[in-house]
């Protein structure tokens, strides 16, 4: 079993819709990111969360600790939202360099 | 603000032939650096972390090696490319406590 488990793995939605994608975890961890990819390959950091939630225009991420589950929103959907979804986590001890473990992805397909 | 740089962006190298990738960054110093391969249809494998010059780790065994001969400049190398080398390669940098930022990556076909 992968330290770090998304659902759904692919996600098909209409334009507007709202979306969340799940991330669940089985490890300590002091840091959350979920990163988004596009077709091109260029992966850009969307958020880094240790608790709580955090809302950036239409992307809004939460973190339940206790629960080690995060989720990722977004409302009003947009086809240029198409790409794939990673969350990936900074575990705890060992060293501090910062190592993530990533899911596996979501492939996220918004049609207009 | 940092940015950081990658190339080349595309690649097409014969098997058996060496490799040369190259990251850089700018606007910070003393970065934990990192390479990241995703082969097709995979997800992201960390291949080499570096917290300074020179110091190098390794996470999987395999065909390639890296270094870092200044403090914001991290090569990822090999002396004869396998097929199996092909993939999306990716250099990222972070400090602690903040967040990660990657690079473009570069498109390698080893044919």
């Known amino acids: 079993k992968n330290e770090v488990e998304q659902s759904p793995q692919n996600l098909t939605a209409q334009e507007g819709e709202f979306i969340t994608i799940n991330c669940s975890y089985s490890v300590g961890i002091s840091a959350l990111h979920w990163l988004q990819q596009h077709p091109g390959g260029g992966i850009v950091s969307l958020f880094m969360?240790?608790?709580g939630k955090k809302k950036h225009g239409r992307l809004i991420a939460t973190i339940n600790i206790q629960e080690k589950h995060s989720s990722l929103h977004i409302t009003a959907s947009h086809p240029r939202d198409s790409a794939v979804y990673i969350c990936a986590v900074l575990v705890t001890g060992g060293t501090s360099y910062g190592k993530l473990t990533f899911g596996q992805g979501t492939i996220l397909t918004v049609h207009p | 603000s940092q940015t950081i740089h990658q190339w080349p962006a595309t690649l097409v190298q014969p098997v058996g032939s060496p490799l040369s990738l190259e990251c850089t960054v700018e606007g910070t110093s003393n970065p934990n650096l990192y390479w990241y391969r995703q082969a097709a249809g995979r997800g992201l494998q960390l291949l080499f972390y570096?917290?300074?010059?020179?110091?190098i780790s390794s996470e999987v065994p395999q065909n390639l090696s890296a270094s870092r001969p200044q403090d914001r400049q991290f090569i990822l190398s090999s002396k004869k490319l396998l097929l199996s080398d092909s993939g999306f390669y990716l250099c990222?940098?972070?400090?602690?406590?903040?967040?990660?930022?990657f690079g473009p990556g570069t498109r390698l076909l080893v044919l």
């Open positions: 969360l240790s608790s």
């Open positions: 570096s917290v300074g010059i020179g110091q």
């Open positions: 990222a940098w972070s400090k602690i406590g903040s967040d990660r930022d």
